[in-house]
T-cell receptor
Framework: ETGVTQSPTHLIKTRGQQVTLRCSSQ?????VSWYQQALGQGPQFIFQ???????GRGNFPPRFSGLQFPNYSSELNVNALELDDSALYLC?????????????FGPGTRLTVT | AQTVTQSQPEMSVQEAETVTLSCTYD???????LFWYKQPPSRQMILVIR??????QNATENRFSVNFQKAAKSFSLKISDSQLGDTAMYFC????????????FGTGTRLTIIP
């Protein structure tokens, strides 16, 4: 167990709707990254937050946004859902001052857009 | 930009045998980390082994070892004495030793251990 939890486990939404996915990290993990994993593919980096500020973004449109809170929880918000947004969404947190390899992954949220 | 390539979509091996998973990568960086992650059906990504590019010695973790060839940009994973619990997706991943901690993953190899 990594101590990183995500909710919900599964989610079904309709095209055009909005969705919020949640991640809870361990105490002291000031960095959180979000990844999208399409079926049969490796995870793709969406963005990273450090101390509540965005700290890097991958090749994803602005309708993907995030928030990080002081209590080590974070959110991924996706607006105007498209069918291609169907994927497993993973969050990964890192302790303060960690070397680059110390990323702890949650179990993911499976999003299905119909 | 960095890329990671895993050319074996699926592999299977008998229990107790040895299997090697291949990974190649492309980068202009000189200092970086390479990883193998395991993703079982439970979906939780688990770190199997890591290699720091400036270390010439290949990393080992119990039954897992790597063959790191920096000049060839190759990073293969060897699993010895394979066990049923090794059945999972295996992802090779790269991260530079600076900037944000963005992992770049390959497309994965589905490994099945046959009883």
């Amino acid at each position: 167990e990594t101590g990183v939890t995500q909710s919900p486990t599964h989610l079904i939404k309709t095209r055009g709707q909005q969705v919020t996915l949640r991640c809870s990290s361990q105490s002291g993990h000031n960095t959180v990254s979000w990844y999208q994993q399409a079926l049969g593919q490796g995870p793709q980096f969406i963005f990273q937050y450090y101390r509540e500020e965005e700290n890097g973004r991958g090749n994803f449109p602005p309708r993907f946004s995030g928030l990080q809170f002081p209590n080590y929880s974070s959110e991924l918000n996706v607006n105007a859902l498209e069918l291609d947004d169907s994927a497993l969404y993973l969050c990964a947190s890192s302790p303060t001052g960690a070397t680059p390899y110390e990323q702890y992954f949650g179990p993911g949220t499976r999003l299905t857009v119909t | 930009a960095q890329t990671v390539t895993q050319s074996q979509p699926e592999m299977s091996v008998q229990e107790a045998e040895t299997v090697t998973l291949s990974c190649t990568y492309d980068t202009s960086e000189n200092n970086y980390y390479l990883f193998w992650y395991k993703q079982p059906p439970s979906r939780q990504m688990i770190l199997v082994i890591r290699q720091e590019a400036y270390k010439q010695q290949n990393a080992t973790e119990n039954r897992f070892s790597v063959n790191f060839q920096k000049a060839a940009k190759s990073f293969s994973l060897k699993i010895s004495d394979s066990q049923l619990g090794d059945t999972a997706m295996y992802f090779c991943a790269f991260i530079p030793n600076f900037g944000n901690e963005k992992l770049t993953f390959g497309t994965g190899t589905r490994l099945t251990i046959i009883p």
